[in-house]
């Protein structure tokens, strides 16, 4: 069920109306809540139902035997339950996403040697959102085990906060010290959070369907597709448009998901601080999926030491990092190699830093801000070439008409650029200027909100292609 489709408003509609109903029924509103989430992603593929109630399932009983073991002073029991549970999720990913790739990989090396293998890929169908549950889930045990959190005892409540559906699909990845002490209260929502969701609605509507979509269907798909039919400004306009693309559709997932959980009470954190004004390679990673980066730093980088070491050891956890952050993407080297050129980025970034840093340099100037905004723009730019290709030869096609420098813009209509210009101008608006706007929609009259809310939806089905495009992310 899609977040931009009819059924989805009217889903939607009817969990407002049935979750408000029961406000004061804490147990029958909760129950409401799962089945309704459930029901969410059953639309999907009702069999995978059945491996979010075990990733669930696992870490609720792995907290449990966490807590008892705390309680006996067992360390090595505690050890084991967490072992379980990150065993179970980590296997449920390498199961559903990286079987193919793991075992391909491995007929691929042993046939360098050989070996004369012959490799079928599975038919293994990808669980919707498997990659964010999972790492929603893992982030409690390691939590409990930790003591950071206190075990949650309830499974009604434990399994919600996993398959809380706005979120389940395509994040933002929620912790539980964040989400799990809203299910134990009482819901409230005032008239103003109800226009701010309207408005994170009603923007993420427009992102994907009138920004995201467009830009796909009518010039990156194309340049991908068969890059050597255009020169190269033109693969290059393409590749701004592909980096527009993969934010507009992403933050408007993300902006939904915040606005659909705020109808119901629930505040889910940001994903984006609009990225493309980044001024180095970890400015961009401190704005870019937000919840995804501070996942990965607690439960990965900072675990391994993060730059409390040597420099050596600092860049050694940052390339393991950015690496696994490339996997994470998707089963596949270009993601790997990807991740890569962002941790050689990152690695390059800190030595500068830590360097002039030193030497007591002062802050930028406004030229020196917009080079850096600019350098960091194009090498995220270019290195989404490997993130969107099917393999290293579709990318090394895409690098080849680059470095050609042939000249025309036969592809690009004024609607096209209208498009691609207008979201960066948009993008790099002050953004007290944007939250300005949204806080006038909130003053609006309810019944202006709705008319107004009302007009986008019909806007965008009148924009929309004849078929819904999935959200990007649904693939990760």
């Not at 393409?238 to 959980?261: E, K, R």
């Not at 050129?341 to 030497?359: G, S």
Request: charged share 15%; net charge positive; hydrophobic share 50%.
């Amino acid at each position: 069920m899609l977040f931009h489709s009819l059924e989805h408003a009217l889903f939607l509609i009817v969990v407002f109306i049935g979750f408000w109903a029961m406000v004061r029924l804490q147990l029958t509103r909760l129950v409401f809540l799962l089945v309704a989430s459930y029901f969410f992603y059953a639309c999907s593929n009702p069999y995978f139902l059945l491996l979010i109630v075990a990733s669930s399932l696992t870490d609720y009983l792995a907290g449990l035997a966490m807590y008892r073991a705390g309680q006996r002073d067992d360390a090595r029991a505690k050890t084991v339950a967490l072992a379980i549970s990150l065993t179970f999720n980590l296997g449920l990913l390498a199961v559903f996403k990286y079987a193919n790739f793991f075992a391909g990989s491995a007929a691929g090396l042993l046939n360098a040697f050989g070996a004369g293998l012959q490799f079928a890929t599975w038919d293994i169908a990808l669980p919707v959102g498997i990659s964010f549950y999972t790492f929603q889930s893992m982030s409690y045990s390691i939590d409990v085990y930790r003591g950071k959190i206190p075990v949650e005892r309830s499974l009604l409540r434990f399994f919600t906060f996993v398959g809380f559906f706005p979120q389940l699909v395509a994040g933002p990845i929620v912790r539980a010290a964040d989400f799990l002490p809203q299910l134990g209260r009482e819901p409230y929502v005032s008239p103003d959070q109800v226009g701010r969701a309207l408005w994170l609605i009603s923007i993420g509507l427009m992102k994907k369907v009138v920004i995201a979509d467009y830009l796909a269907i009518n010039l990156v798909d194309r340049i991908f597709d068969a890059p050597r039919l255009y020169s190269s400004l033109e693969t290059m306009v393409g590749l701004y448009g592909y980096t527009m693309q993969v934010y507009m559709d992403f933050s408007a997932y993300s902006n939904i998901a915040i606005g659909s959980a705020l109808l119901l009470g629930f505040h889910l954190p940001d994903n984006f601080d609009r990225p493309y004004l980044a001024t180095s390679v970890t400015d961009f990673w401190r704005r870019w999926h937000l919840t995804l980066g501070s996942w990965l730093r607690d439960y990965l980088y900072y675990p391994l030491g993060g730059s409390r070491g040597t420099d050596y050891q600092t860049y050694r956890n940052l390339l393991i990092t950015f690496l696994l952050i490339g996997l994470w993407h998707g089963a596949n080297w270009t993601f790997v190699v990807y991740g890569g050129f962002h941790a050689l980025a990152m690695c390059i970034n800190r030595y500068f830093r830590v360097n002039i840093r030193k030497r007591g340099s002062q802050e930028l100037t406004p030229w020196g801000w917009i080079w850096r905004v600019f350098l960091t723009l194009n090498f995220v730019v270019l290195a989404r070439v490997l993130f969107r290709s099917q393999d290293f030869g579709q990318a090394w096609q895409i690098y080849q008409v680059l470095i050609q420098g042939t000249l025309g813009f036969a592809l690009m209509t004024p609607t096209l650029w209208f498009m691609l210009v207008g979201s960066f101008v948009v993008h790099w608006t002050p953004r007290r200027w944007v939250d300005m706007q949204g806080e006038r929609f909130e003053r609006l009259p309810a019944i202006v909100q709705g008319v107004t809310v009302a007009t986008v939806a019909l806007f965008v089905m009148l924009r929309a292609s004849t078929k819904a495009v999935p959200f990007m992310y649904f693939r990760f």
